[in-house]
């Protein structure tokens, strides 16, 4: 009887040990930072722009280098709108090439694409005198469609590169399987639709935000947060729209995310840096939106 009570000791000990062992999404997290996106098509800041970088610590630029997007004359993936290099960023603030790819270049697997869009960001740094990264991103809002093949190009890029990858991850994409890179930022923007413009801010609200929730502290892969501080325009029936989320609503947000996994407060995005953008909103709401 000792022995069969001894075996059942064991076996729950083991099994006990063994959970503790596993990390839950919410014990993985990253290293708290403060980051922006760079989203214009050439690197130079202005004294605003600097001085926002360093006020706010900011020590990682995701700079969108170029486009990927389908030649619909040979049906194959191009680069587009790349980026020029008339400034530099401060040495002490880490330069991530950060690539946009269209779904629809993921629709079917084209060979070579991975080695060529390293190629392509090692060649610029190069031309540019660029100092060596460490890591790039891939931003793509793939859909169930283009998943699959998508998440093979990840897998490509990743072999190819031998470093940190890191892709976007919108709020629908959630119920996905997480792709195989080392860490996703949230796109906590562009959340409604823009046909329904007059209901609701497509930008941010809370309300298309929460939907998601459900999904995300079981998200099994280390995310950064990333909010939006820009003003969409655009022209309807020859009126001009302008959209810009109230600081309010971008706090409420953040409050409401980071309640439901709290690492999201560790490594903290802003979409993106412009002149206009910093000016939009107080310090204090900058302070906030960093506040780990």
């Known amino acids: 009887m000792r022995n069969k009570e001894y075996i059942i000791c064991t076996i729950l000990l083991s099994l006990l040990i063994t959970g503790c062992g596993k990390q839950s999404p919410q014990d993985v997290s990253l290293e708290q930072s403060n980051s922006v996106y760079y989203w214009r098509t050439d690197l130079k800041l202005d004294s605003t722009e600097q ?28 680069p587009n709108a790349t980026i020029s290099f008339s400034g530099t960023l401060p040495d002490n603030i ?13 629709h079917q697997s084209h060979q070579g ?3 060529k869009i390293v190629k392509r960001i090692l060649q610029m740094n190069e031309t540019n005198d660029i100092r060596p990264v460490s890591e790039i991103q891939i931003d793509c ?6 998943r699959k093949t998508y998440y093979q190009f990840l897998e490509e890029v990743k072999h190819i590169w031998g470093k940190t990858l890191s892709a976007t991850i919108r709020l629908h994409q959630l119920s996905m399987e997480a792709p195989p890179v080392d860490y996703g930022v949230l796109m906590i923007y562009n959340t409604g639709d823009p046909r329904k413009w007059e209901e609701r801010n497509p930008i941010l609200d809370i309300r298309d ?14 995310l950064a947060a990333a909010y939006p501080v820009y003003q969409w325009v655009r022209n309807i029936h020859q009126i001009r729209v302008e ?11 953040k409050e ?11 490594a903290i995005i802003i979409y993106h840096l412009d002149h206009d953008n910093i000016k939009r909103y107080k310090p204090e709401t900058y302070e906030e939106i960093y506040h780990h």
């Open 51 to 78: 001085a926002f970088l360093q006020r706010y610590h900011i020590n990682k630029v995701y700079c969108r280098y170029f486009d990927v997007v389908m030649n619909e004359k040979d049906a194959e993936p191009k």
């Open 94 to 106: 880490e330069l991530i090439p950060t690539i946009y790819i269209t779904e629809d270049c993921m």
């Open 113 to 115: 694409l991975a080695e």
């Open 141 to 146: 809002d793939y859909t169930l469609k283009s």
């Open 209 to 222: 935000v929460q939907p998601y929730l459900k999904r995300l502290d079981g998200y099994p892969l280390p």
């Open 243 to 253: 959209h810009a989320v109230n600081a309010d609503e971008i706090l409420r947000v």
């Open 256 to 266: 409401v995310v980071e309640k439901k996994r709290s690492n999201l407060k560790n």
